[in-house]
């Protein structure tokens, strides 16, 4: 991976070719940060540059030897350790047991979070462990002599899902390594990790991706069809993180769903409120029931729950008149043109209420078509407002 390839960052990859073009390398790198802001894609584009052949000033060539086997994750003087759950039945299982699912993971996106992972590798609900069994892995691995470069890299993914016995038996390694070894791990929740480990790292921070940074890159994906004003909406929402962001468009079919339940519900309660419509009131039980049915299902549920919350919120904002509050998608923003004044300072506070009550009953398994319909009854009365 090039660090071209890596949204943002740029201090970081300045830092990083400086060390290496100085000769400089820390033993041990720490680098930590809030999830999808391209910790683990940094990590391997460092161990490139570091093992490639002929450098450039701001990249690695990308087309010696080296990096030749770098983009393919395959370069033999590159190991990778990341969590992993152990199938039932087996006893002892180590990282190389999932490589071939990692690099393929790795692969199609240096992007991704920890469930997904989870996903890929079992059906269970479990979560991941770096086993005790890795330390005498990793120990085994970094002692051989290199094969092509002049530095080995250890990657560890998420360190802080090490258990106790594996941390402790890697804290000597770790603060007397083989000559030419590099470890660089990528954390999410440092605070979870041994002090003793920190303690022999130098730490780096990965901050948040700027919007800017977030929406070039979304323009840039050939796999994205979206408009720029799209793009910012989603950069905003997503709180500087690049994955936030793929997730928001993975779900855009949800959303637009979502939407229109949404706008049902308002114009519906909003005609029998204002004209003892009882045909719409017909409707808008039909609405609930539907909503209560188990295709949609509880967590799909609580999704329209909290984006009803959004657009609601979205709606009062609007009414404020600066459009550089609002975080709207095309279609969302035609509808609140006209919708908006109905949710003002007399009913703002008590919708969202009602709508949040909703979300935590479904949370608690109270009956959904006693919850949705009751819903729809008070909506009716504070659109009145």
Not at 23 to 32: C, G, M
Not at 89 to 103: E, M, P, W, Y
Not at 217 to 235: E, G, K, M, S, V
């Amino acid at each position: 991976m090039l660090f071209s390839e890596v949204i943002g960052q740029n201090d970081i990859k300045q830092r990083f070719i400086r060390s290496v073009q100085e000769k400089r390398i820390p033993h041990a790198q720490l680098l930590y940060g809030p999830e999808g802001v391209g910790k683990l894609a940094l990590a391997v584009a460092y161990a490139q540059y570091i093992c490639c052949e002929n450098p450039g000033t701001d990249d690695s060539c990308g087309a010696c030897p080296s990096c030749v086997k770098y983009k393919k994750l395959a370069h033999p003087d590159l190991h990778f350790v990341f969590p992993i759950i152990r199938p039932t039945g087996k006893t002892s299982i180590v990282c190389d047991d999932f490589l071939a699912q990692f690099r393929q993971e790795l692969l199609k996106s240096p992007y991704f979070s920890v469930n997904d992972w989870y996903a890929t590798i079992s059906d269970d609900n479990k979560q991941g462990v770096i086993y005790a069994i890795e330390s005498q892995e990793i120990i085994r691995k970094l002692s051989l002599k290199t094969y092509e470069s002049e530095y080995k890299v250890m990657i560890i993914w998420l360190p802080e899902k090490m258990n106790l016995e594996c941390a402790n038996k890697l804290l000597k390694i770790l603060e007397e390594p083989p000559a030419n070894t590099v470890f660089l791990m990528v954390s999410n929740a440092p605070d979870e990790m041994l002090t003793t480990i920190l303690s022999r790292t130098q730490q780096i921070a990965v901050s948040k991706l700027s919007d800017a940074e977030i929406v070039s890159a979304i323009l840039r994906n050939p796999d994205i069809n979206i408009t720029q004003h799209d793009a910012l909406n989603i950069a905003r929402v997503s709180n500087g993180s690049y994955l936030a962001a793929l997730a928001m468009l993975n779900d855009d079919d949800e959303n637009k769903l979502n939407f229109e339940r949404f706008v049902m519900i308002m114009r519906l309660a909003w005609q029998v409120g204002n004209r003892k419509d009882h045909a719409s009131l017909k409707t808008l039980r039909k609405w609930s029931e539907d909503m209560a049915s188990t295709s949609v299902g509880r967590e799909r549920q609580k999704k329209f729950l909290a984006y009803a919350q959004h657009m609601t919120r979205e709606n009062f904002i609007l009414n404020l008149k600066n459009s550089d509050l609002n975080y709207f998608s095309s279609y969302e923003a035609d509808f609140s043109q006209k919708f908006s004044p109905f949710i003002n300072e007399r009913n703002v506070e008590d919708i969202m209420k009602e709508f949040e009550l909703a979300e935590r009953h479904i949370e608690r398994n109270v009956n959904a078509k006693m919850v949705f319909f009751d819903l729809v009854l008070k909506i009716i009365m504070l659109l009145k407002r």
